[in-house]
C-alpha cells in the first residue's frame, strides 16, 4: 500500500480548476522506485465545480481497463481536504515526434498504428469508446512503445467542446451531430495514418469552422509517396456513413488487422511488445533530490484519530475497488 510518506514530488506538471498534477518518485520499502504521475484533486472545488460523479467514474473505469498500451492507474486514495490518483507516467509525446522527424515511414507508421488499434479495440471490447483520438493523447513509453492517455482531463466524461483543440481529427459523427460511438474512433484512426504518413492531417484549415467543413466535404487528397495499402485503409475508415465505415460492426474489428497495410505482423507479439520499436529515447531520470518535497510536506490535511469525513458519503470509497453490484448501487454506473 503506498503511503503520502512514500511518494516524493520532483516537479508540477499540470494544473486545472480542482487539481495539480506532479511527477513523482515512489519507492515502497524495499522495492526499486519508479516515476509517476500524480493528479492531487480538492474535495471542496470537485463539489464546487459539480464534478463529482465524473471523478468516482473516471477511477471506476481506468481500474478495469488496464493494458500494455494504455497509461494505467496505480492506485488511489484520499485525506481529508484531497484525493489523489497514481497512475503510470510518459514525457515522450507522439506528436512532438512526428513534428521533429517531419513524416513517418510506413514501417513505422505500421509499428504505432498497430498498438495503437490494440488499444483502442480493447476499449470497444469493454463498451466505451475513446472519442477524442489525436496524437497529442498519445504517449511514448521509456521502452518506445505507445502509451495512450485516457483520464477525464481528455477522454472519459470530457466535455463534447474540449474536441476543439483536436478538431482536425474529429469524425464526420462529430461534426454532422455531435455524437461520438466506437465507429467514430476508427475515422480518427484513418486521421492518424494520414498524419503519420503525411506530416500534416488532411482536413487542416486555419480555423475550427473551416475544418469543419472541409471534414464534410471529405475531399481527400493523397500524395504520389503514400503507401498503397495505406491509401486504401485511410480510404476505408474515412468514409461518411459510419454505417459504411470499416469498423462498424464487430467482424471488422479482425477485418482491419488483416488490412493489407498490417500485411506480416503478429499481433500476438505487438501485444506482448516483442516488436522492436522505431524509436527510442534518451531518457533523463529526475529521481528525488534534496529539492524533491514529499507529499506529506505538501499536503499535510490528514485524518485525525477518530475524524470522519466533513464532506459525507461523496468521496466515500474512492480508491477502494468495489464488486460492480456495490458500485452499481452506490454511483448507479453501467459497469464493465
Known sequence: ????????????????????????????????????????MKKKKIIDYGE??????????????????????????????????????????????????????????????????????????????????SPKNMMIGDDGHIKLKYDFLNKIDCVVGDIEHNIEYASMDYADNGELEPVSDYWSMGIVLYHMLGGITPFAAPDMD?????????????????????????????????????????????????HPFFEGISWEDVLKKRTKPPFLFNITRKEHTSKSASLRILYTTDYLPDQKDGYGQTFRGYGAIYSPDTHRKIWRYGYI
Open 1 to 40: 500500500m503506498i503511503e503520502k510518506e512514500d511518494i516524493m514530488c520532483i516537479e508540477k506538471t499540470g494544473l486545472g480548476p480542482f487539481w495539480e498534477e506532479f511527477l513523482v518518485f515512489i519507492e515502497v520499502g524495499k522495492s526499486v522506485g519508479r516515476l509517476y504521475s500524480l493528479r492531487v
Open 210 to 258: 473551416s475544418v469543419i467543413a472541409r471534414i464534410r466535404m471529405n475531399r481527400i487528397r493523397f500524395p504520389e509517396f503514400f503507401d498503397k495499402h495505406a491509401r486504401d485503409l485511410i480510404s476505408k475508415l474515412l468514409v461518411a456513413s459510419p454505417r459504411n465505415r470499416l469498423g462498424y460492426v464487430e467482424e471488422d474489428a479482425e477485418a482491419i488487422r488483416k
Open 52 to 133: 463529482c460523479d465524473m471523478v468516482h467514474n473516471e477511477y471506476y473505469v481506468r481500474s478495469r481497463i488496464r493494458h500494455p498500451f494504455l497509461i494505467n492507474t496505480i492506485c488511489g486514495f484520499q485525506d481529508y481536504e484531497h484525493l489523489f490518483l497514481v497512475s503510470e507516467q510518459s514525457q515522450n509525446h507522439l506528436s512532438s515526434l512526428i513534428s521533429s522527424e517531419g513524416r513517418f515511414s510506413a514501417k513505422v507508421s505500421r509499428f504505432y498504428m498497430a498498438e495503437i488499434l490494440l488499444a483502442i479495440q480493447h476499449l470497444h471490447s469493454k463498451g466505451l469508446t475513446y472519442g477524442f483520438l
